[in-house]
C-alpha cells in the first residue's frame, strides 16, 4: 500500500486549497478513504471520510467547508478545503480504511494501518 499526498501548502484566511493523495498497492475502487490532520501541539484529528459508493462523511468542523471525492479511474482521492480558518492548520494525512471494518467506523483512527506522509497546510495572513 502506497499512498502520496500533494497540495498543501500557505493559504491565507478565507481561502482554497485542494488536497491530492495517490493510492496504489490495493483495490483503490472498493476501499474506503480518509482525511485526518494533526495541529501543531496536537493528536490527530479525522477529519473526513469516502465510502466506495461515492458517499460521504465530515467531522463537524469542516462540514460545509470541505468536500471528499475520489477519482476510481485514477487511483485518486481529493479533498477540497474553503474558507479556510487558522485552526485548519495542520499536516494533513489521507489513509485506507481497512476492509471489513464496520462502516461506522471510519472516524475511529485506531482501526486505520496505511497512512500517507503527510502535506502541510498553513493557513495565515
Known amino acids: 500500500v502506497q499512498l502520496v499526498e500533494s497540495g498543501g501548502g500557505l493559504v491565507q484566511p478565507g481561502g482554497s486549497l485542494r488536497l491530492s493523495c495517490a493510492a496504489s498497492?490495493?483495490?483503490?475502487?472498493?476501499?474506503?478513504m480518509s482525511w485526518a490532520r494533526q495541529a501543531p501541539g496536537k493528536g490527530l484529528a479525522w477529519v473526513s471520510g469516502?465510502?466506495?459508493?461515492?458517499?460521504?462523511t465530515y467531522a463537524d468542523s469542516v462540514k460545509g467547508r470541505f468536500t471528499i471525492s475520489r477519482d476510481n479511474a485514477k487511483n485518486t482521492v481529493f479533498l477540497q478545503m474553503n474558507s479556510l480558518k487558522p485552526e485548519d492548520t495542520a499536516v494533513y494525512y489521507c489513509?485506507?480504511?481497512?476492509?471489513?471494518?464496520?462502516?461506522?467506523?471510519?472516524?475511529?483512527?485506531?482501526?486505520?494501518?496505511?497512512w500517507g506522509q503527510g502535506t502541510q497546510v498553513t493557513v495565515s495572513s
Open positions: 469516502i465510502y466506495s459508493d461515492g458517499s460521504t
Open positions: 498497492g490495493f483495490t483503490f475502487s472498493s476501499s474506503a
Open positions: 489513509a485506507l480504511y481497512p476492509a471489513g471494518a464496520p462502516p461506522h467506523l471510519i472516524a475511529t483512527i485506531a482501526l486505520y494501518d496505511y
